[in-house]
């Protein structure tokens, strides 16, 4: 950081740099330097370095932020950390926001915002390189950007500042100048002169701000120059890039001619030819290939059927052989139940007949202590009762073995119903014999079966032949 130098403006009423007191520092200005953003411009003014996106008009997001009746404008001045000679804290500062709501403000006159309900406008500003009066060379660049993003507007803004140094009004300070000198005073204006952005800093006499205001109609002049020349590169003189990519489109013609002819010329020989018939030698093979390996998938998918069928064979006789089981699980539970109910019932006709052995003996006892005592009587009562109750049982028991007969006796039924039936087809083959026996008789007729006596075998056959 070089230090204060002891004049700023030399003996010969030049600056420190060269220039007159209304002379502005070189600029270069180049359009759509972005093509991700819909309009954009690259400004270097002396050493400052900046670099402007522009995006828009698109919906405003956040919504709040829309406004019915026109679009959002909204301006980000940010430093680079590398613009500074000392580093630059990157994110927000009061100095930048500063910078981006009166750059904002200096391009609300012209922008026709009314055109774009609930719609933004973003201006997007990188300063690359500071070395004094960036923020007049953002709303330059922005303003190249805006028209380059196809914004409407009234009219281009340009922007310079003026200030004092060594007690003289000069236009456009420099980094020594800015730093050392008495004032600083940015403007913007309009095509029309309005002015859109005025600040101050340091101390000036009205006679100064005149002066200094003239100065800076005449820098911006200049500046306003500048930009109409970079927005004229991209708009009218289309016929250039035309030309340029008429230039592209015929060599790559020339160059889809010279491939053509190169394949025609080895289209002919007996190269290609031997390359032509080892293609088709190939696609023979691959045929035979292909054939070989469909009989291959036909015998696996034959073999995948038989395996079905054989697994379905399997699962139906495992089937049946369960049900057969079932059933006979069923028959033993069936005998078994019988024969229970069988064990019973001889069980409860012994116990009748023990009952009855009892109750004879009890009748017994109790006639004889009847007359004894009376308490025996009730005791005999009781034991009637039991008997009544034993007698009840044993009838029971009577109906059952009765049933058990009776299902015996059907049993023997069925069974002779079985001998019978087997019977029938015995005596049914018998007269099946008769009848068939009258019915060869009746055939023969006058013409009777002469049976050979040296055939012991032939029955029947032997017929006379006519
Ligand atoms: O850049 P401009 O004149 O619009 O704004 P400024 O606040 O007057 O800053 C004057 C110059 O101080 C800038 O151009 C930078 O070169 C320098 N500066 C710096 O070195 N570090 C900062 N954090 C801010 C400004």
């Known amino acids: 950081m070089s230090g204060k130098p002891e004049k700023l403006i030399t003996d010969d009423g030049l600056r420190l740099d060269g220039r007159r007191m209304d002379e502005i520092r070189p600029m270069k200005i180049e359009v759509g330097v972005l093509s991700r953003a819909d309009g954009s411009c690259y400004l270097e003014w002396g050493r400052n370095k900046i670099l402007v996106g522009v995006y ?158 003239e100065l800076v109609k005449k820098g911006c002049s200049q500046i306003f120059a500048l930009q109409q020349a970079a927005l004229r590169t991209k708009f009218e003189f289309p016929e250039a890039e035309e030309a340029e990519e008429l230039e592209e489109e015929e060599a790559v013609e020339a160059a889809e001619a010279e491939i053509s002819e190169v394949a025609a010329k080895y289209a002919g020989t007996t190269e290609v030819e031997e390359a032509a018939e080892a293609d088709e030698v190939i696609s023979e093979s691959e045929e035979e290939e292909s054939e070989e390996s469909e009989e291959e998938a036909e015998a696996e998918e034959e073999s995948e059927e038989e395996a079905e069928e054989s697994e379905e064979e399997s699962e139906e006789e495992t089937e049946e052989s369960e049900e057969e089981s079932e059933e006979e699980a069923e028959a033993e539970e069936e005998f078994e139940e019988e024969a229970e109910a069988e064990e019973e019932s001889e069980e409860e006709v012994e116990a009748e007949e023990e009952s009855e052995e009892e109750t004879e003996e009890s009748e017994e006892e109790a006639e004889e202590e009847a ?72 055939s023969e007729g006058p013409w009777k079966v002469v049976k050979d006596p040296l055939d012991p075998e032939a029955g029947n056959g032997g017929e006379n032949d006519e």
Request: aromatic share 4%; charged share 40%; proline share 4%.
């Open 371 to 442: 007359e004894a005592e009376e308490e025996s009587e009730e005791e005999s009562e009781e034991e009637a009762e039991a008997e009544e109750e034993s007698e009840e049982e044993s009838e029971e028991e009577e109906f059952e073995a009765e049933t058990e007969e009776e299902t015996e006796e059907e049993l023997e039924a069925e069974g002779e119903v079985e001998e019978e039936e087997d019977e029938i087809p015995a005596e049914e083959l018998e007269e099946d014999a008769e009848e068939e026996a009258e019915e060869e008789e009746k």
């Open 56 to 213: 828009g008009p698109r919906e405003a997001h956040p919504r709040r932020m829309q406004r019915p009746d026109s679009a959002v404008i909204r301006y980000r001045y940010n430093m680079a950390a590398f613009s500074v000679e000392d580093r630059a804290r990157p994110g927000h500062s009061r100095r930048s926001i500063e910078i981006s709501k009166v750059s904002r403000d200096a391009f609300e006159p012209v922008i026709m915002s009314e055109l774009y309900p609930k719609a933004a406008i973003d201006i997007f500003v990188e300063v690359l390189q500071a070395d004094a009066g960036t923020r007049t060379a953002a709303i330059n660049a922005s303003s190249v950007a805006l028209a380059d993003a196809g914004i409407p507007m009234k009219g281009l803004v340009t922007s310079c500042a003026f200030g004092k140094v060594d007690g003289q009004v000069v236009l456009d300070l420099s980094k020594d100048e800015d730093n050392y000198g008495d004032a600083d005073f940015p403007v913007a204006l309009t095509q029309d002169g309005e002015i859109t952005l005025v600040q101050m800093d340091g101390h000036l006499t009205q006679d100064e701000i005149k002066k200094g205001l």
